[in-house]
């Protein structure tokens, strides 16, 4: 299965964001256990490129793993170096977008109106980043009425209680930050405990 296939398969994309790096194969291991299969290191995060070397090793094709907050090419490289086989960005940068086809990577750059949306995928991107979504799940409906073509992965805003309505209005999957992996809480046995839960829920949820 490609990697692309696999993120529409799976849906959930788990956002570790400013994690300890000492940390992150706990958080995965939970998550894993809660049924999540991709997972997303920030590049803002304390050593991202060798937290995702060390999660790639771990989990082989287990879990896919993508780098985000990529906001350039030189970044994208070194993160593909490391082992992601996604790339994420907060917004629309077509060297970045390049780079990572190039290297058969899936890009993921982020966007919001129409015409950033559909600039991202004329240039190349492979699911568009609907960034931040809290608009709700009425302007994924709204965009997809003209651009239904576009795979949209709405992140930022994303929870619980709105996550099977983002599922309906047309999204592809989603990406959970805070909902789902809140670093600045200790990561500690009760708190794997509920990320692993709290992963199994979100999953519920949508399916």
């Known amino acids: 299965m490609s990697a692309l ?12 964001r400013g994690a300890e790096a000492s940390d992150v194969l706990q958080i995965a291991d939970a998550l894993y256990e809660g049924g999540i299969r991709l997972l997303e ?20 094709n287990e879990m896919l793993i993508g780098a985000g907050t990529v906001l350039d090419p030189e ?29 058969g990577a899936v890009s993921i750059p982020g966007a919001f109106s129409p015409s950033e949306i559909l600039t991202a995928f004329e240039h190349g991107g492979d699911i568009i980043k609907v960034f ?15 651009l239904k073509q576009i795979p949209l992965l709405p992140t930022g805003g994303v929870n619980l209680e709105n996550i099977a ?19 600045k809480k200790a990561v500690s046995d009760i708190y794997l405990r509920q990320l692993t839960a709290k992963s199994r829920e979100f999953l519920e949820a949508i399916n």
């Open 165 to 183: 309505e983002f599922m309906r209005a047309g999204s592809i999957g989603v990406g959970l930050g805070s909902a789902l992996v809140d670093t």
């Open 75 to 103: 970044s994208a490289q070194a993160a593909l170096a490391a082992g992601a086989e996604f790339i994420l960005s907060p917004t629309v940068n077509v060297d970045t977008i390049k780079l990572t086809k190039r290297h």
């Open 132 to 146: 931040p979504a809290s608009s709700g799940p009425g302007y994924i409906k709204d965009i997809l009425g003209p």
């Open 41 to 60: 290191i920030t590049l803002n995060s304390p050593n991202a490129f060798e937290v995702i070397k060390n999660v790639k090793t771990k989990y082989g």
């Open 5 to 16: 296939d696999f993120i529409k398969d799976n849906k959930v994309i788990a956002i570790v």
